[in-house]
């Protein structure tokens, strides 16, 4: 049996998106118990309302409440019992395998961070977050914004631990294909930072296929696409809004003329598949990797149903046992990357007395 413990407060509707959420949820995972945490006396009103099965839900009472837009540090040091904390809590503590929150997510990254700790040799934990591309492919790309500045080894870090994700999760795929997103291919491309990256990269022995370009997050050609957090939150907010421009788009066409109305109903089949295919509410739920504890956050503005997709995907983290995986995995390639760097540190110095 699965436990999550839950936020109930968090987010821009609080209790009017969180607990029609846990309810959808709790309807298709069977083998799941929820730990809601935050005001006991209007959660327990709320699920009496709603008549939910109370034998899998348990609430534990939280005072506080960090607000949408309060600053991360004065949410970690005066919200110490805040429906985010206690939920990472429950976590620390084991009687969660993961948590879930929709609330601020500066606040929730330092408190997250702060209880739960990074793994050894991660300096920074990275957002992350699979997307759609083709073949039914999942493509999980890092970092979202939780690190606007960093250096070649943080990128190389956040390699890392995304590779180690995705051979968590599926096993069966081999070594995950790694690329560092790049204005091009070429090695002789980017940023002092990027390319010392590449080298870094180059020099491991993960699955590192080079620099990629964007428009590779959909190819399925890679596994794993690398950024810092300022380029990688850029490009995520900018498909976000080209998928809402095309679903605006393709629509205001078929309404264009009385042909095209017309002809929306022999399409319409296809363009509701193609609808739900994007629907950004089935992608919601990003994971704050690179923690000894597994933390999803949820976007703030989002409906149940997205809310039920950020559930299922701590569930699958939980289930998965990823997070005993990530850390093996990460031990192991930190290791090779510091053999690697001391044989090129010996070789230089060897060079240097010739």
Known sequence: MI????????GDAGLDVTIPGVLAFLKQQEQVKLILVGDEEKIRVALTAAKAPLDRIEICHATQVVEMDEPPQSALKNKKDSSMRVAINQVKEGRAQAAVSAGNT????????????????????AIAKFLPSAGNHMTLMLDLGANVDCTSEHLVQFAVIGGALVQALYPEKGAPRIGLLNVGTEDIKGTDTVKQAYRLLKSSDMNFIGN???????????????????????????????????????????????????????????????????????FNGAIFL??????IKSHGGTDAVGFT???????????????????????A????????????????MANNLD
């Not at 436990?3 to 968090?10: E, Q, R």
């Not at 990254?109 to 990074?118: G, P, Q």
């Not at 690179?290 to 933390?295: A, D, H, P």
């Not at 997709?309 to 031990?331: M, Q």
């Open 3 to 10: 436990t999550l413990a839950v936020d109930a407060m968090g």
């Open 106 to 125: 500066g606040a929730l990254m330092a408190t997250a961070r702060f209880v739960l700790k990074t793994i050894p040799g991660i300096e920074r934990p």
């Open 212 to 282: 990629v370009e964007g428009n590779a997050v959909f190819g399925g050609q890679v596994d794993v696409v690398v950024a810092d957090g300022f380029v990688g939150n850029i490009m995520l907010k900018t498909i976000e809004g080209a998928v809402k421009f095309m679903g605006s788009a393709i629509k205001q066409e078929f309404q264009s003329s009385l042909f095209t109305k017309a002809a929306s109903l022999f399409a319409l089949p296809a363009l509701k598949s193609f609808k739900n295919k994007l629907d950004p509410r089935r």
């Open 290 to 295: 690179g923690l000894r504890g597994v933390v």
């Open 309 to 331: 997709y950020a559930l299922e995907e701590a569930y699958h983290e939980a289930k998965a046992g990823s997070l005993a995986r990530i850390e093996e995995g990460v031990a």
């Open 333 to 348: 390639q930190l290791s090779v990357l510091s053999e690697k760097k001391m044989e090129a540190e010996q070789a230089a």
